[in-house]
């Protein structure tokens, strides 16, 4: 089978697609052929070495987010039989409840080897059931991105129908949080520098934009739109750079989720202003099968189709990441295995 | 002012419209001109002398539940100013947090006079403001049946988008959590005896309705609907008539919220249901006034018009009690106070 | 290695101590030394054919609580290590988070073979480690009864020092919830039949006592030891028979945690008592690996140590089974394996 | 009636002892003669004038702690009676529920006059009764100090038995959630510049001491103490200079409630360890009435008594606060109202 590596983490032109034997699985294990994959930015990180938890494992196989069909089951197997359409976990030993250090230690395409391959060997414990109304390359944008938006939601404390959500940007995860903010009856915000994308966010069900390019101190229009009260919660992709207005866009006991660090790592944050507005911060970091299975089961009653920006055959996983580069899409970017 | 009175407790027929002064607002207080009304089963209830809170005030002002315009305020009040259009709250001096037993001493039209008068005076804590797009009927729906509805959505464990909601029958509580529960992106599954009414509740939001009079055993249809699984939350109005059935409808771990008690008090309990199915049952009373604020937010974010059935001039209150005895509405019944 | 099983379950006599080749771990595997394990009534009901889960495995070895050391690992494992003192956990596929169907088919002893064996091979994350203040004898008491009881009281709302649990009877769980209450800060009221038990229950934390044979209408002392006011939470192991004192003796929101059956499986449960003192009735059946382990820092933070009443060596299981029978017990009844 | 007033917020030297007019409880109001009050190092901001919530009141009434005996209560009061031993809460209004903005606008000492006269009208909802075993003395350090340690410590996620809590430093609020928390059965870690301040909290329960001018790397010892696992819940009282630590000693998915500003406001937070250690920071101002009787029900029946380094009379105001801002103190300073 073919399998894209990482021998160097030296960048995306260090990648290597290699030849291997096909593996078999194991007791309570199986074998998926996987059909898609999609790419997050932690990934491109893997790849260009700067994703630091630790030396990567030799030849690591990169990616973690992935799709296909059950191609044989080992002794034991009880959740999945042949033929299904199936998805990774993230973590593969997270099942459910609170995030333990020993799950970080399972997770695909960092930790252990992922999922950008023609036939990967899963623990029948760290795999769903795809919804019948995805193609394999929808389901296989769920398990990073889909997950964080759902996690991110409903991980701190739940979102309530009714309530208002501020999504910052519209990356993978921000047009996650917005489509499942919409279906469960919130309000929803955006944030973008593109009034193009703005336009598209509404499309999908965000009821205002905001353009920071044009407002810079966009907490200020978010708090206009809010009639004074600031938003219930924030999904927080920007980090260190966005933080400060995003803790005075939420509203008295507001809820931050911070996910991203693409605006940087270190954030001058203002204590008083966490103590006097009695903000939840929280930090997420993907979630639990469990997660995994609740949104999945969100996306099936709301028909929700996961936003694919473009596809890119497997030979050309480089074009996929210069593309991811770039900054230019809107939605997801997959590679396709056949 | 005109007012509606209990002196007797002894039937509709009972009912006396009086001639009183109108009152002034105290300290902390709010004169409200009320402008509609709404009845409730337990209004019915405390006409006819079975509603067992201990011996009524005399002369009860009836009704729960009534909306109209500031006309005056005491001094020291800051929540709201003449003019604001408001209703009431069940329990007056239930703002937020866990029930005690001294909110049960504050409830409208029960332990205190109600709001079935052209002006009552309120506490100014006891008032919620009004959604801009409802009317001031549409408002006076929402103390007792639409709050209701919400806790037993969202009091124990909180419904999520995504899971199932089975709704028994269609009186004014059950059409407000099918309202909600579709809002808030779950799937609902509504039971009646009339197909036509699960054709209305299906243009309401309902996903699926079950004819209870063609299938007694309705438990067997919401499983077959939910592939087996069961629903996550059922609005349990019927008490002991439909619990065991509800029982059988629910997943494993799925929340009961225990509301009504239609078709009867003492229902036969199979514990060891209970615990193999590890069933969440919740005794549920109306809500707080927090309640109040959040069901406000979720019908103002997305557009919902509580559902009237018919309204009654304040003259024709009997009229108004006849019909709701008659079981023939779809939604609420209102009276109009000009 | 010895090993008993159930090949007939007709009654105690019918258990057979046969040898068998000792099992080997497989991948992901972990082959455990068993030292020790405990009764649970559940295995008397399984040994007795009364468990109604589907037909037994053929020669079921029973019991699903044993505690003992790691003998041999198999590839893949990084949970435990050669040495360690550990325990199964009651369903072994329950990780964390919410119950769901499969896990049930995963239950030692019932659903698959239990732990009296010498020799027992568990999936690694079938186990937790024991707290090093315990002997085997007292871990091997954890993963049914403390399980059960740490979901009585964390399982629906939690527990919270300075409320006040009923715990019904001096029973294992009851025994469980009464010293992690206490160490938790909470008031403990036991009932039972004696006062030689209620005199054990109160060197154990219990704050108070009632003698249910001196007080048939226990509800009423309750009442009175908290002021009128009623407990926050009932470990509610008496079922049927019990549950509507229980109802009564909880406080306007209260808890009950329904777990047992000892007094009957059908209750005549008054539906408007449940609404009019919102109660929150859950049932409970053990819990999960992700509760095993917190009730683990709780017993260990608090040097808490298991009640046992009184160890058999392996081979007079018999015995032990008759003695559990005869209710004389105060505490859990062992089982040596050496 | 004698009462102290900040005229001009211009430090310690400005306060003045008024004598004022005794006033009278209005509808549903209630007059307290207060017999002791306690501090907190808001109340030396707001004498000296660096409290900023808008403009004070002229003459403001400081303190927001204190303690009496209902002395009369006006028509419709029905929570207390005179004789009654009675505490404010701190927000007037903020009964129970989820933190409002108008709330704040209800903040005794601050928003609207205090407690540091010798009759002091309340709203009959602004009361709680006080435990029988506390003094004015200890009752009145509760409102504020105590119930911020308890919204810390239950307002986010609860603390759980077992659990450990880092507590920084020796201040009332640290004092409080030490004790606290030691009542709930969980592992408390204190932190100080002293080792006999750290012998002193030792005596209320705590399990270690860190002496961070020793360790300025305290964090290290913290994780040591755990065994590299990190502390579940931290109570931090410190601000920007001690967060940075606090998150590093933090569990994965660790909860630190972020209180004082005693170490600065501006904080140089690495929002990539928020994410990658799951941390959940929460803002805690005070907290609801029902949160405060929650806290009176654990001191209740835990037998805690507040710890109180020295008393000041009423004339010694200035002594008392001078006596704070020495920071020689080990628990709470009082002021006598006799």
């Known amino acids: 089978m073919r399998v894209w590596t990482v021998p160097q983490a030296a960048g995306i032109d260090s990648l290597v697609l290699q030849e291997q034997a096909t593996p078999r699985p194991g007791p309570s294990q199986v074998l998926v052929r996987m059909r898609a994959a999609s790419l997050n930015y932690r990934d491109l990180m893997v790849v260009g070495g700067r994703y630091a938890r630790g030396a990567p494992l030799p030849d690591l196989v990169p990616l973690s987010d992935g799709a296909g069909e059950v191609a044989e089951t080992g002794p034991g197997v009880t959740r999945v039989k042949p033929g299904d359409r199936v998805a990774g976990i993230f973590m593969q030993t997270w099942i459910g409840g609170d995030i333990e250090p020993e799950h970080a230690a399972s997770s695909l395409g960092g930790a252990i080897h992922g999922v950008l391959a023609e036939y990967v060997v899963f623990s029948q414990d760290g795999l769903v059931h795809?919804?019948?109304?995805?193609?394999?390359e929808e389901g296989a944008t769920l398990p990073c991105a889909g997950v964080t938006a759902w996690n991110a939601l409903y991980g701190g404390r739940p979102l309530v129908v009714g309530q208002t959500v501020l999504v910052l940007g519209t990356g993978g995860v921000s047009i996650f949080a917005l489509q499942l903010a919409h279906a469960a009856g919130a309000r929803v915000i955006a944030t973008s520098s593109s009034d193009g994308k703005l336009a598209q966010a509404k499309t999908l069900g965000a009821t205002d934009g905001v353009n920071y390019r044009d407002h810079p101190e966009w907490h200020v229009q978010v708090l206009t739109l809010t009639g004074g009260r600031g938003v219930?919660?924030?999904?927080?992709?920007g980090g260190a750079g966005t933080l400060p207005q995003s803790m005075r866009a939420a509203r008295n006991g507001g809820h931050i989720s911070l996910i991203g660090v693409l605006a940087g790592f270190q954030a001058e944050l203002n204590t008083a202003a966490i103590m006097g507005n009695q903000i939840r911060l929280i930090g997420i970091t993907v979630g639990s099968r469990e997660q995994q299975q609740e949104m999945i089961r969100a996306i099936d009653a709301n028909g929700l189709k996961p936003v694919i920006d473009r596809s890119f055959p497997l030979e050309n996983l480089a074009d996929a990441f210069r593309y991811q580069e770039s900054g230019a899409h809107f939605?997801?970017?997959c590679v396709e295995i056949d």
């Open 232 to 237: 219930d919660h924030v999904v927080e992709i």
């Open 331 to 333: 939605g997801k970017i």
């Open 130 to 136: 795809l919804p019948e109304h995805l193609s394999f």
